[in-house]
């Protein structure tokens, strides 16, 4: 089967920086991407990966090894409204989104 | 810019009723998706179109319908409503298949 790993919640402090891991295993890749989703709000989008390697945007960065399975979106100099949760989701064979159930991010003063 | 809008935003329907979740984009977008997201689980794709008069099947269709007559336009559709129903249902849109999908803000439906 189809199926997305991240870690369901983590903490971090204003100002410091952490990464989010998302392991994936899907039948075909077509792309990785990374939304960011405020507690009753839309999922929007933060990052694409197609390629191995790191995409830099702004504070956030995102990293994909297809060999491995492995994704991370690193998140530098954390501010209270990066509280949010976390969605990794994988393109699959058919060009349908898998989607994992989301990292929860909680920043702490 | 409008971009993916949804309504209704709050519904409460009791078992059996039926009800249609409107869906519309201004975007141009060919692709367009309806999701619903449970606590602690990922978005599950119910259906999906690539174009008008075009809809297929996601992973859990049972219990919805859809239809596409125009390219703005994709309601979803809950015949039979049962408790199992109950969820946040986000529909989406894309250019292409391959490119970022666009969210509305979601219809919150509780089944009673």
């Known amino acids: 089967g189809q199926n997305i790993d991240q870690p369901t919640e983590m903490t971090a402090t204003e100002g410091a920086i952490v990464q989010i891991n998302c392991t994936y295993q899907?039948?075909?890749?077509?792309?990785l991407f990374w939304y960011q989703q405020h507690a009753g709000e839309a999922p929007t989008f933060l990052s694409y990966?197609?390629l191995d390697g790191l995409e830099e945007k702004g504070r956030f960065s995102s990293f994909l090894s297809r060999s491995k399975g492995y994704s991370y979106l690193l998140l530098k100099e954390l501010q209270m409204k990066d509280s949010a949760s976390y969605l990794c989701?994988?393109?699959?064979?058919?060009?349908?989104?898998?989607w994992g159930a989301g990292t929860k991010l909680i920043i702490k003063p | 810019n409008a971009g993916v809008t949804q309504t209704p935003k709050f519904r409460i329907l009791k078992i059996g009723q039926s009800m249609t979740l409107q869906c519309t984009q201004d975007?141009?977008?060919?692709?367009m998706y309806w999701y619903r997201q449970d606590p602690g689980m990922g978005l599950k794709l119910i259906y999906y179109?690539?174009?008008?008069?075009?809809?297929d099947k996601g992973e859990v269709p049972n219990g919805y319908n859809v239809s596409r007559s125009t390219t703005e336009d994709f309601p979803l559709r809950l015949e039979l409503a049962a408790p199992s129903q109950t969820s946040v249902y986000f529909c989406?849109?894309?250019?292409?298949?391959?490119?970022?999908?666009?969210f509305g803000d979601g219809t919150r439906l509780s089944i009673l």
């Open positions: 899907t039948s075909g890749f077509n792309g």
């Open positions: 989701a994988v393109m699959d064979s058919n060009y349908q989104l898998i």
């Open positions: 989406a849109s894309s250019g292409t298949d391959s490119q970022p999908q666009h």
């Open positions: 179109s690539v174009g008008a008069g075009i809809t």
């Open positions: 990966n197609v």
């Open positions: 975007m141009n977008h060919n692709y």
